[in-house]
């Protein structure tokens, strides 16, 4: 049968956000592909050399509608390390909380976008309806449901009140409660079985060719972590399981969001029980002392990288940012060779696509 | 030998494949060698094969104000530990071997360096662009002009 390009996107129906792919098909299968990004790039590695530390704080959080939080977090460890400043150890939970809120979100934002894609509208309703919750305890707290403010260099900009950390107790036992749910309902749906399982396999050994990290690396059984491999603070004094599937396929990887979603919702609980009293943040030079430094963290899709280098000034002379979506795309033209038609938005959808973060 | 042993990987480096490396302590958190730009793909061959560093986080490429007739390239690993390769290029003359032979991960990390700093990848059929428009005409956007060297 002839080999057949079509060319999708760059605005498309399967994401919200703007990707151009060429997918080879030949009948009803997919010879191989390739994308194009750049749609949403913004320049934002050079707009930062012209922005001060302090500006560049809210220039970052501005790369990803998602996952805001972490982005600003490791640039701040980055900015702190080259200071040398002590940052209350508060302030550093403080940050660790928002970030699990913000994997609890983005996994459940994506088993929405799974399930609507294998046609489980319900799941999809039920999921954002309960993402909610975790953004409203975001927005209790920092006033913004996808911007949140929440870092500045040396700590952070707000304390919990005691309100606050009772209605955050309430609503992280109830959201966990749904989570559960959820993960009963999606293991015991044959629908989603049947769509997923088995379905565009990746092997270890890809993963490691590919360099793909995060979720999609833990569910073909590749162990890492960067918040126990190079822990920033406080997942050092943090105790927490990493969930990894050795099946590597569509439903493992929707099965270990959902149960990351939960391990992140027992982390939340147990950083509210051993937050330390004190201050949240500490005044920091405007001036960054001349030097370089790496900073990895565990966003919600994985390894988030940060190069960072001063040359005395208030300005970055060089910030470098890998975000984890990147490292997942370059694995996709592989990932859809072989597959059915019917299943590409399985597989697309089944890396937790950021194209916003690719582009940066 | 663990890869955290840089003396020790740099004199393995200096027998095995005949490459003068050199320890560059700069990067904080970091472990990095610094490397002649012609011995790359040798390098990454003895990291990817006989130290098992698969892992690349990304490329970075940087030209620094106080030497502007070079870009800086720093491939940067994980292997239980933050481990870099750093090597330089002329902006002259700006040529690196391709790595993306060896570790197919790195196709988009030297697209965006070729489209945002001009390097030419030797050994790769094409580095079509990753980020920029496609009738970008206006020369690779992180070069810094006479303007911008002083």
Known sequence: MNKISIPIGPQHPLLKEPLSMQIDISGEKVLGGSLRLGYVHRGIERLAEQRTYVQNVHLIERICGICSHIHTTTFC???????????????????????????????????????????????????????????????????????????????????????????????????????????????????????????????????HQYCVVGPVARASGVDVDFRRDDPLPPYDQLDFNVITHNDG????????????????????????????????????????????????????????????????SDKPARLKIRTPTLAALSLLPKQLSSIQVADIPVVMAGIDLCIACADR | MKINNLDALRKSMADSLKVDCEVYRGIDGDQTLRIPSAELKRVVSFLVDQMDCRHLSTITAQQRVEDPDQIEVIYHFWHGISFSIMTMVSEELPRLPEIVSILPGADFYEREVAEMFGIEFVGREETPPLLLPDDWDQGPPFIRNEDHRE
């Open chain 1, 77 to 207: 460890h980055a900015v702190e390390r080259l200071l040398e400043i002590d940052v209350p150890q508060r302030a550093y939970y403080i940050r660790a909380m928002m970030c699990e809120l913000e994997r609890v979100h983005s996994h459940l934002l994506w088993l929405g976008i799974i399930a609507k894609h294998v046609g489980l509208d319900t799941i999809f309703m039920h999921t954002w309806h309960d993402r909610e919750l975790a953004l409203d305890i975001m927005e209790e707290l920092s006033g913004g449901r996808v911007s949140h403010a929440t870092n500045q260099i040396g700590g952070v900009r707000f304390d919990l009140t005691d309100h606050q950390e009772a209605m955050i107790r309430t609503t992280i036992t109830d959201l966990s409660l749904r989570v559960n749910n959820l993960l009963d309902v999606i293991k015991n749906e044959p629908a989603l079985q049947a769509r997923t399982r088995g379905v565009a396999k990746v092997s270890p050994e890809m993963i």
């Open chain 1, 249 to 312: 396929d569509a439903w493992a990887r929707t099965v270990i969001r959902a149960e990351e979603a939960r391990e992140s919702l027992i982390l939340c609980e147990r950083i509210l029980n051993e937050m330390p009293d004190g201050p949240v943040h500490v005044r920091a030079p405007r001036r960054v002392p001349e030097g370089e430094v790496v900073i990895r963290s565990e966003a919600p899709r994985g390894e988030l990288f940060y190069y960072l280098r001063s040359d005395g």
